[in-house]
């Protein structure tokens, strides 16, 4: 079992950046596949991004491709998104997920383990 705490949100102007954590426990992250999710206000949670284990291989919803980017660090149990050139559109809580199967997934239901979100708002 893996536990999952986001962290980093916050307020930005559009065109800003922000860098979102996720940290884990346990000794077995590098086990999981991680995504980040968003879901906005009166929407279904969406996918993001994804990553695999070794962080080789990188997967990106058509909304964020070239905005943003995942990343992990397996030594520190962390995988992370750094949003640029952010919409008012991104506005949402965001979540990371850990998906122990071994090919990246965009599907919500593929994911196993959840954090509790954290609020990211743009301005417009």
């Known amino acids: 079992q893996v536990q999952l705490v986001e962290s980093g949100g916050g307020l930005v102007q559009a065109g800003g950046s922000l860098r979102l954590s996720c940290a884990a426990s346990?000794?077995?992250?590098?086990?999981?596949?991680m995504g980040w999710f968003r879901q906005a206000p009166g929407k279904e949670r969406e996918f993001v991004a994804a990553?695999?284990?070794?962080?080789?291989?990188?997967y990106y919803a058509d909304s964020v491709k070239g905005r943003f980017t995942i990343s992990r660090d397996n030594a520190k149990n962390t995988v992370y998104v750094q949003m640029n050139s952010l919409k008012p559109e991104d506005t949402a809580v965001y979540y990371c997920?850990?998906?122990?199967?071994?090919?990246?997934?965009?599907?919500?239901?593929?994911?196993?383990?959840w954090g509790q979100g954290t609020q990211v708002t743009v301005s417009s």
């Open positions: 346990g000794r077995t992250f590098s086990r999981y596949a």
């Open positions: 990553i695999s284990r070794s962080g080789a291989s990188k």
């Open positions: 997920a850990a998906d122990l199967a071994l090919l990246l997934s965009s599907d919500i239901t593929d994911y196993d383990y």
